[in-house]
């Protein structure tokens, strides 16, 4: 079973259209995290959530939003797809969220056209 | 925020060769690990390593928590070790719970 999962791992889709990606983690981790890897591979933070606690990076547009149905999954939402989008994002899960090791899913593909 | 400098940016070597990555930081973490990226885009956990040292087969990895530098070491390097070697590190300050800061990463390409 894939500790850390994501779908869809490949999304193509048109300026200005809304999209989700799921996550889901079957590690009992109480603390999950979305990362952003651009075109030169750098990879930022983008949130951090457990069960009482949101952190937003201040860089990231307020289109992103994650949302969390229950400790096992955080899913990101954008709304208004802009080309800058296109990137890699992780999905990632922590035990703590701190001094733990983070454990990250296979990453998805988003192209914006 | 915290820094976080990987060198060298680029590595080519031969099939059997040994080297070392190495990894500054800025400031005092309470997290510290090591991720190889492989060709398919996965980020394949190496070392939690905020301190001390570990080895894992023909891998291991040295920390020096209070020169704020960590280093990663391959030893009779294999084609499948070929992709982007990530440092990344949570500062104290963080306060927990903010993820990790990465570096650059180090691409590293071995040759038959």
């Known amino acids: 079973d894939t500790a850390v999962s994501q779908t869809p791992k490949y999304l193509v889709t048109q300026m200005g259209n809304d999209k989700s990606i799921k996550c889901e983690q079957n590690?009992?981790?109480?603390?999950m995290y979305w990362y952003k890897q651009d075109s030169k591979k750098f990879l930022k933070i983008m949130f951090s959530y457990n069960n009482k606690e949101l952190i937003i990076n201040e860089t990231v547009p307020n289109r992103f939003s994650p949302k969390s149905p229950d400790k096992a999954h955080l899913n990101l939402h954008i709304n208004s797809l802009e080309l800058g989008d296109s990137a890699v994002y992780f999905c990632a899960s922590s035990r703590t969220g701190l001094s733990d090791t983070i454990y990250f899913g296979e990453g998805s593909w988003l192209t914006v056209v | 925020g915290i820094q976080v400098e990987q060198s060298p940016p680029d590595l080519i070597l031969q099939e059997g060769a040994n080297s070392t990555l190495r990894c500054n930081f800025s400031d005092s973490v309470n997290n510290l690990q090591w991720f190889h990226q492989n060709p398919w885009g996965q980020l394949i956990n190496l070392f939690y390593i905020p301190s001390g040292t570990k080895q894992n087969g023909r891998l291991s990895a040295t920390t020096v928590a209070t020169e704020r530098y960590s280093l990663l070491y391959i030893s009779s390097s294999q084609t499948t070790d070929s992709g982007v070697y990530f440092c990344a590190v949570e500062g104290y300050s963080g306060g927990g719970a903010d993820g990790l800061t990465f570096g650059k990463g180090t691409h590293l390409i071995i040759q038959p």
């Open positions: 590690l009992g981790h109480d603390t």
